[in-house]
């Protein structure tokens, strides 16, 4: 199947799935952090979203932090290694990214077509795995597939927001139930409380670095290369080798400062 651009359909479809909760199951709710789960045919496929109160930070300061990649070096202790390989229009690029899993899970990585669009008030960023003849997989990672991934984040009152994070992705890799319950119940509220505590820091970090760059917002300042979508194809799950983690135990498991609560 060919790879198409996001239009305003599929954002607005994106958002409803944000805000809906039918045939979600409520798995963590805490601190102003709610994480939902949810049934997918496919046992290997796991479906996620979450959504943290952020006090005292504005939507537009969000936006700005989820795609500024210098920044995220800063701030996201679980990426190995990110990077753009090449925009295809004003709001959409192709992009690279790896992250650590806890020991003694092998270590996953994406390739992905990413858009976004302001919508009103609100901002919206999506994402899915693409195919990129000079980014294959690599040999010490396994290749995950995002079948759909992104951020609504919507105002919330002066200087507030609410940030939403749905993906839906198949790791390839036969999991325990344990580690789909950990993502849910630790790694995943984790990661939004990590968003917040950044995004507070942002405004002092961009204006002494670089303060006015923002390809994101001013399409003239992106300098990365073009690529053509005819160079692009869907990243399908069966054409990537599965492995089986199926038998790993918890008790082996690396407990890391970022699989604290």
Not at 167 to 186: A, E, H, I
Not at 207 to 232: A, I, M
Request: charged share 25%; net charge neutral; glycine share 4%.
């Amino acid at each position: 199947m060919p790879v198409q651009i996001p239009d305003d359909s599929d954002f607005s479809s994106f958002k409803d799935q944000c805000l809906s909760l039918d045939g979600w199951t409520s798995r963590y709710s805490k601190g102003g952090v709610t994480v939902w789960c949810r049934e997918e045919e496919s046992r290997t496929v796991q479906r996620l979203k979450m959504r943290i109160v952020c006090k005292d930070v504005s939507a537009e300061t969000l936006y700005d932090v989820l795609h500024d990649t210098s920044y995220r070096k800063k701030w996201d202790s679980n990426m190995i290694e990110t990077y753009d390989i090449g925009r295809l229009t004003a709001n959409a690029d192709v992009g690279y990214y790896s992250w650590k899993c806890p020991s003694p899970l092998k270590n996953r990585d994406f390739v992905t077509m990413r858009s976004w669009l302001p919508l009103g008030s609100d901002y919206l960023i999506i994402n899915y795995s693409v195919k990129h003849p000079q980014h294959p997989p690599k040999k010490d990672y396994v290749r995950a597939v995002s079948l759909q991934t992104g951020y609504l984040i919507q105002p919330n009152g002066a200087g507030c927001s609410t940030l939403y994070y749905l993906t839906q992705m198949d790791p390839r890799g036969s999991l325990p139930m344990w580690v789909v319950n950990r993502v849910s119940q630790f790694v995943a509220p984790k990661a939004m409380r990590k968003i917040y505590k950044a995004s507070l820091k942002y405004p002092d970090w961009k204006r002494k670095h670089d303060p006015g760059y923002k390809p994101w917002t001013f399409p003239e300042q992106n300098q990365l290369p073009c690529v053509s979508l005819q160079d692009l194809s869907l990243q399908r799950a069966d054409s990537l080798e599965n492995i089986d983690e199926s038998g790993l135990s918890e008790d082996r498991m690396h407990n890391s400062e970022d699989e604290e609560t």
